[in-house]
T-cell receptor, first 114, second 112 residues
Framework: NAGVTQTPKFQVLKTGQSMTLQCAQD?????MSWYRQDPGMGLRLIHY???????DQGEVPNGYNVSRSTTEDFPLRLLSAAPSQTSVYFC?????????????FGNGTRLTVT | KNQVEQSPQSLIILEGKNCTLQ??????????LRWYKQDTGRGPVSLTI?????NTKSNGRYTATLDADTKQSSLHITASQLSDSASYIC???????????FGTGTRLQVFP
């Protein structure tokens, strides 16, 4: 099993550009989520999904869109990149959204917006 | 406001020594408390998950404890190894919600 795979590993964007961060998991997990990690702050939830066709907003959803057309994939779209979106982005999945199901994280996408 | 605070922010120890990391939280009620290890440049990896009714859980040289009365948890690392150098993140899952609350982590460095 590859687990959670994120691409690309690194990305540089200019302000106003759009892009999609890819996330795929091969563990048949229903729950998938996107987080951003900034220095001095805990991981913050951007969007999450409890199954194909279902998405919901997290703590910091502005400027990001998601969709979940399949169980395996959960892409994150930046509509118009801003310097404030410079961060490390992590995708995570788990068997259940609650209970004692651990989150499995990808290795992140480091995004710089200039 | 639900918060998770960790201490110390950073810690340096010598290889072979033990150490304890602290986590205080204000989340109530909560379903479970988790500890994750994050190596530099990698995603977090789950170490332990404890429900509100559990007091302790071990994973090899890692032992987590939970005191729900004082809202404190600790992660004890025994006989540290160089590979233990990482950030350790405490995470609390509030009751009946999909949203986890993450601490900012403790950065541990183990030197030979």
């Amino acid at each position: 099993n590859a687990g959670v795979t994120q691409t690309p590993k690194f990305q540089v964007l200019k302000t106003g550009q759009s892009m999609t961060l890819q996330c795929a998991q091969d563990m048949n997990h229903e729950y998938m989520s996107w987080y951003r990690q900034d220095p001095g702050m805990g991981l913050r939830l951007i969007h999450y999904s409890v199954g194909a066709g279902i998405t919901d907003q997290g703590e910091v959803p502005n400027g990001y869109n998601v969709s979940r057309s399949t169980t395996e994939d959960f892409p994150l779209r930046l509509l118009s990149a801003a310097p404030s979106q410079t961060s490390v982005y992590f995708c995570a999945s788990s068997y259940l959204s609650q209970g004692d199901s651990p989150l499995h994280f990808g290795n992140g996408t480091r995004l710089t917006v200039t | 406001k639900n918060q998770v605070e960790q201490s110390p922010q950073s810690l340096i120890i010598l290889e072979g020594k033990n150490c304890t990391l602290q986590c205080n939280y204000t989340v109530s009620p909560f379903s479970n408390l988790r500890w994750y290890k994050q190596d530099t440049g990698r995603g977090p990896v789950s170490l332990t998950i404890m429900t509100f009714s559990e007091n302790t859980k071990s994973n090899g040289r890692y032992t987590a404890t939970l005191d729900a009365d004082t809202k404190q948890s600790s992660l004890h690392i025994t006989a540290s190894q160089l590979s233990d150098s990482a950030s350790y993140i405490c995470v609390v899952s509030p009751y009946n919600t999909d949203k986890l609350i993450f601490g900012t982590g403790t950065r541990l460095q183990v030197f030979p």
